[in-house]
């Protein structure tokens, strides 16, 4: 029987900074762009949904790769609970579904707040925590991993959050999801470059797989450099330290950078990733910073 630190471990928390930013994004874009006080309850709600659809997501993928024989031996990444053999596979797939289940029961006070638009963004949400890596198209083994991070962990996650705050669709809550979005699909995109050589052997065809690590090098470099340009957009409407402040977390990424460049994808890797995820949430807290 799996432990309580390898169940832990299975939510792979050094992951969870993609659930926990765009949502404090979200909500102080919301709150700054409307003019009235961060919501904090229909924060905490909307913040503990994520994290379960996050953890989900996580114990989906932990099994199905296992089912599916893309966790082998030649693994660079933390050790998973259903490869190692801690727990069963349909153990960790009905956590996964319980999992589910506290998601929806979270998103109950965001419905009564504001209606049917919760229950839209919702449902695709929910089906995609299992169809990123199950279902008939799985997103991840078909190089579509990192446009699902940034439509749902970026783009949906901060407009919806910043709905849930405003009760109203924002121009800027976009742009902070794109924002957000890039930052958050530079993860997935590392962890698609260092696991290169395994991903190749089990058909599990990635963007680094199919267009290669030099492909996977530019596609980083892109994001991260995105992700301070969009800034631009809060200077033109009269917020200029939405702009300058969150620069303050770039030259963590101009090392990251360096070493992607300038490393072969390995073992490694796995300090570049947290790393990455630091990046991701110093910037969340540097945008949310400049618009209180």
């Known amino acids: ?127 995609f925590c299992y169809g990123y890596t199950g279902g008939p198209l799985p997103l991840a083994y078909r190089g579509l991993g990192e446009l699902f991070v940034i439509l749902f962990f970026g783009l949906i996650a901060v407009t919806g959050s910043a709905f849930v705050q405003s009760g109203e669709w924002l121009v800027g809550g976009v742009v902070g999801g794109l924002q957000i979005g890039c930052l958050s699909t530079v993860l997935i995109a590392i962890n698609n470059l260092r696991d290169h050589a395994e991903d190749s052997t089990t058909g599990k065809r990635t963007l680094a797989v199919r267009f290669g690590k030099g492909f996977a090098r530019v596609e980083i470099t892109a994001l991260i450099l995105a992700a301070h340009a969009l800034g631009l957009y809060w200077w033109d409407i009269g917020l200029p330290r939405a702009c300058t402040l969150p620069l303050a977390c770039l030259p963590p990424g101009l090392f990251l950078l360096l070493r992607i460049w300038t490393t072969t994808p390995g073992p490694g890797y796995n300090k570049l990733l947290a790393l990455s995820g630091m990046q991701l949430l110093l910037f969340a807290a540097l945008l949310c910073l400049a618009l209180r």
């Open 1 to 127: 029987m799996a432990s309580f630190s390898e169940w832990l471990l299975a939510a792979r928390p050094k992951t969870l900074g993609a659930a926990v930013a765009p949502v404090f994004a979200g909500f102080f874009i919301g709150s700054a762009l409307v003019g009235q006080p961060v919501d904090w309850r229909l924060l905490g709600f909307t913040l503990g949904s994520t994290l379960a659809l996050q953890i989900a997501t996580n114990l989906f993928n932990d099994a199905l790769d296992f089912r599916q024989g893309k966790d082998t031996t030649a693994r660079l990444g933390p050790v998973r609970i259903t490869a190692s053999g801690a727990a069963r596979p349909e153990t960790v797939m009905l956590a996964g579904w319980l999992t589910l289940a506290v998601a929806i029961a979270l998103s109950l006070p965001l419905i009564v707040a504001r209606g049917l638009p919760i229950v839209v963004i919702g449902i695709p949400s929910l089906y």
